[in-house]
């Protein structure tokens, strides 16, 4: 057997009664195909889970799809090309699949849950990375043969259902904590947008140009408010190294060493990143993938910012081939329009609400990144046996 160097330190301190056993000696492939091009199609996603892909928006050909292979529930699914990114898993349900994946069927003494958890640890991922190559990029992948030759740690048969028995109520106990705070960050997203909408419009329409406004408030069209402006070309090959952040539709993305614009600067995506909003401090390059604004006309630049990223700048996008926003459309959106010194004051107060915001995420996501990390290194130990289980004998 080749050497697997990441999984070699975990091969030699083997609990007493496990083993290790070369894939290919305890499973086969699958040669199954979609014979009547009748099964549900499945597409094996990086956290190892087979979904449905009926409404995928390009489906195969119908030879193509007689090609598929049929996987079955306990077959192991993997994708070669995505393998290092964690393409693979036990399906726990019946379909087909791509010719591309590779299905493997075990023999008898195997859990297949516990292979699933244990293919997907940090070891085996980490191993999949250095066995992934090709002599072209488009050809990168995992070979069938090394693949082959991949040594699975295997205690006890019933200490294999014991340990995927326990993984099974901790993975998801983690997976659900991961789930309520992933929420909690949409939630405060939405409500932070919608606490700049009450700010910034005041139950305003800017497309129908229905609604209230606050006394001493005016409406105007965005065109007339402010000067909005397509950006300016610069080819990576002409660009210098300097302090100057060049602006695209997806912000900041690269620097310069001379600018197009003055700061502050408020800039949307044209293309690409339609409608999102950006600020930056100083001068900058805007590139010609955005709509930038030239003149704010008198207006303050962080309420502008705040305007922007509420008011529907893609609400034309979806009619053209190519999508983007247009800005003679854009421009006729009517808007509430405050006194300069209120405007400082909505600035500030949104400035207050998002940095709290911005802040408590950052909290949220940094639990986030914990817990996945608990999440594989738990895995890791179980399956390797570096810790105790109720129920697994040492």
Request: charged share 20%.
């Amino acid at each position: 057997m080749k050497p697997f160097v990441v999984l070699e330190p975990y091969l030699r301190r083997l609990s007493r009664g496990w083993t290790s056993v070369a894939l290919r000696r305890i499973s086969k492939l699958v040669e199954d195909v979609n014979r009547t091009g009748e099964a549900p199609l499945l597409s094996l996603t990086i956290a190892g889970l087979l979904t449905d892909r009926a409404e995928e928006v390009q489906p195969p050909s119908s030879e193509y799809l007689l090609k598929y292979g049929i996987v079955r529930s306990g077959n192991l699914v993997v994708n070669p090309m995505w393998l290092p990114g964690g393409a693979i898993g036990v399906s726990t349900t019946v379909g087909a699949v791509s010719p591309e994946y590779r299905i493997y069927q075990f023999r008898s003494g195997v859990e297949p849950r516990f292979i699933h958890h244990l293919v997907r640890s940090d070891p085996y991922i980490r191993q999949y990375r250095l066995l992934f190559r090709a002599e072209t990029t488009f050809d990168r992948r995992v070979t069938k043969e090394d693949f082959g030759e991949l040594p699975l740690i295997l205690p006890p048969i019933a200490a294999q259902g014991a340990i995927a028995d326990y993984l099974d109520i901790e993975t998801v106990r983690i997976d659900a904590l991961i789930a309520k705070k992933r929420e909690m960050v949409k939630v405060l997203d939405k409500a932070f947008d919608s606490y700049r909408a009450s700010e910034v419009l005041q139950g305003f329409n800017p497309v129908t140009g229905v609604g209230d406004i606050p006394e001493g408030w005016k409406v105007m069209s965005l065109g007339v408010l402010v000067e909005l402006q397509r950006g300016h070309d610069l080819p990576s090959d002409v660009r210098r190294e300097g302090p100057v952040p060049v602006v695209s539709s997806g912000g900041v993305s690269g620097w310069h060493d001379s600018a197009a614009a003055r700061g502050p600067g408020v800039i949307t995506g044209r293309y690409g990143t339609v409608g999102a909003v950006y600020y930056v401090e100083g001068d900058y390059w805007p590139l010609n993938t955005t709509l930038y604004v030239k003149s704010f006309r008198g207006c303050e630049p962080r309420w502008t910012f705040y305007l922007l990223a509420t008011l529907p700048l893609d609400i034309d996008a979806a009619k053209s081939a190519v999508t983007g926003i247009n800005r003679n459309v854009v421009g006729a959106l009517r808007t509430p329009v405050p006194p300069p010194d209120i405007q400082r004051e909505i600035a500030a107060r949104l400035d207050a609400y998002s940095s709290l915001v911005t802040r408590t995420v950052a909290l949220l996501k940094s639990q986030i990144n914990l817990l996945t990390e608990r999440r594989q290194a738990l895995i890791t130990a179980a399956v390797t046996g570096a810790i105790d289980i109720p129920e697994v004998a040492a």
